[in-house]
């Protein structure tokens, strides 16, 4: 396989947390992101998806450099850029786009949407063939929408159509890389399915690589080609698509799988797995394995020794996990808590 396009090595992410009254010092730190191993190849979709707070957003922050790492290596086109200069990522900008959660605070109400969209072109000195102006209705019209409503505010469109704005923007300088993070979140679920479907259509004709962040395992299965799996900070499972979504093999993946509602109503309704307590502050995680906490499979060794992400013995595909003892994908999950409202 060729050279990734973007490759994250040991990506950290601290806050510092600051205290006293007079002289300020720091007295903690969030670990919002801890050790990262993550890679995206040119043309290719990866979903990065967990629960709330786990460091998805951050992570893509991180990757656009949005955010300065505070360890750990951001290589894209093989050159690392964690900590890179305004001056040296000025001509990587382009090439780095994101599509981000909000599409209300994503744009400037003040401008108008050919303004938000040409924007980008002004900043980076780009002037396509036929000019800017015709170049934002072009892609008002890649995005699905009017080009004619080129003059109108983004208060004048509904949530779904200031998202395709948004989509427009990131396509204006023609990216190679595109982080969307939670994308359709916000929007109504009748036009999550459409703006999805238009990230796909644009990733197959352009050759786009994303980085997909969400929070929905349904759209990140259908959009993503590969998945990998966050957990306060650290990734715990990698796999294609089909390898991890019929054979995870980290219990906090089986876990996540099982919560997702079942599309047919007629089918026998499946085991669902409920982790007991709450998600471990990140401001001091657990030692070890960080879901050892949670876990209906942790053992002494999990406290004391943090797990690699690594193949698994018969796994031949690039299926990675970081768990001392992995699920069987040939089982159903062994001994785990059910929801009583499933055990009719």
Request: proline share 8%.
């Amino acid at each position: 396989m060729s050279e990734p396009l973007l490759e994250m090595s040991g990506l950290t992410k601290h806050f510092p947390i600051m205290g006293g009254l007079i002289v300020k010092r720091q007295v903690a730190q969030v670990h919002a992101v801890d050790g990262v191993d993550l890679t995206v190849h040119a043309g290719e979709s990866v979903g990065l998806v967990g629960e709330s707070g786990c460091g998805k957003s951050t992570t893509g922050r991180l990757a656009a450099r949005l955010l300065e790492p505070t360890a750990g290596t951001v290589r894209y086109r093989g050159r690392d850029i964690a900590h890179s200069s305004r001056r040296e990522l000025k001509p990587i900008r382009p090439e780095i786009q994101m599509i981000f959660q909000d599409p209300y605070s994503s744009l400037n109400p003040r401008q108008t949407v050919g303004g938000i969209i040409r924007g980008p072109m002004e900043v980076n000195g780009i002037a396509p063939p036929g000019g800017r102006n015709a170049r934002v209705r072009e892609l008002l019209e890649i995005v699905g929408l009017n080009p004619e409503h080129y003059n109108r505010f983004p208060h004048e469109f509904s949530g779904g159509q200031r998202q395709r704005i948004g989509i427009a923007r990131a396509l204006a300088l023609e990216p190679k890389l595109i982080i969307a993070d939670e994308p359709v979140s916000a929007l109504d679920v009748s036009i999550q399915a459409q703006v999805v479907n238009l990230l796909q259509a644009l990733q197959r004709d352009l050759g786009i690589a994303f980085l997909f962040i969400a929070h929905d395992l349904a759209i990140v299965r259908h959009f993503s080609q590969r998945v990998a799996v966050m957990y306060l900070g650290k990734i715990v499972e990698v796999a294609d698509r089909d390898s991890l979504y019929e054979r995870p093999r980290h219990p906090y993946t089986h876990a996540l799988l099982s919560a997702v509602p079942e599309a047919d109503v007629t089918a026998e309704p499946r085991e669902r797995i409920r982790l007991a307590g709450d998600v471990p502050s990140p401001i001091d995680p657990p030692s070890g394995c960080r879901f050892r906490t949670r876990c209906w499979k942790a053992q002494d060794r999990c406290a004391t020794e943090e797990p690699p992400l690594v193949r698994l013995q018969g796994n031949r595909d690039g299926h990675l996990t970081a768990c001392h003892f992995p699920e069987d994908p040939t089982s159903h999950g062994g001994n785990v808590i059910l929801d009583p409202a499933l055990q009719h």
